[in-house]
């Protein structure tokens, strides 16, 4: 792992450890339905071994375990392991919890999807993670990434853009309340 990726990890940690709430629409079936409907009917979970890389707060275990899944290893690297932990204590018996990356599952652990959502474009090299995935699934297995996409987004990207190159610049004492405000506003 490089200096970008544990910055990136620390920046996240702190993120799901200020803001630690899976509600609404963001967490629910129907979020994850249109996520990856299209590649997995819920149906094809009934059961099934997974994992999920970056795991955060929890959000994708519970709806991987609402689709059904048996059993479901959440890989967190960050400090919010503790985030996570709690707000899937209700459901511990069906999860085992990495306190790490990819690099963490060990080789004899074979699932039958793995799934990561909005994760690895995050990660400076994603090849080993990819390729440490590949060797953790079944035969049969398959995995799902989710990855921010370019294509569709120009207008949303035009109006990020200028805003990012400000605000990631701003202390977080003001970044927070900036945060609020326009979140208000939308």
């Known amino acids: 792992m ?33 996520m990856v409907g299209s590649l ?5 979970l009934e059961g099934k071994t997974v994992a999920e890389i970056g795991s955060g707060t929890g959000r994708i275990v519970d709806m991987l375990l609402d689709a059904g899944a048996g059993e479901v ?6 400090e919010a392991i503790d985030v996570l932990k709690t707000n899937t204590a209700g459901r511990a018996d069906r ?47 398959r995995i799902v990434l989710w990855l921010y996409g370019h294509e569709g987004n120009e207008l949303y990207l035009a109006l990020m853009r200028p805003l990012r190159a400000v605000t990631k610049r701003l202390p977080h004492r003001v970044l927070v309340p900036l945060s609020w405000i326009l979140g208000w506003l939308l």
């Open 2 to 34: 490089n200096r970008s990726d544990d910055n990136t990890i620390r920046d996240f940690g702190r993120q799901w450890s200020a803001w630690r709430d899976n509600d609404g629409y963001y967490a629910s079936p129907e979020l994850f339905e249109d």
């Open 73 to 78: 290893t959440a890989v967190e690297p960050s």
């Open 95 to 141: 999860i085992h919890y990495i306190h790490g990356t990819a690099a963490d599952l060990k080789d004899d652990d074979h699932f039958d999807w793995i799934f990561s959502i909005g994760v690895i474009h995050h990660i400076a090299d994603p090849g080993p993670t990819l390729a440490k995935c590949r060797q953790c699934l079944k035969p049969a297995g």
């Open 40 to 44: 997995v009917d819920a149906s094809q």
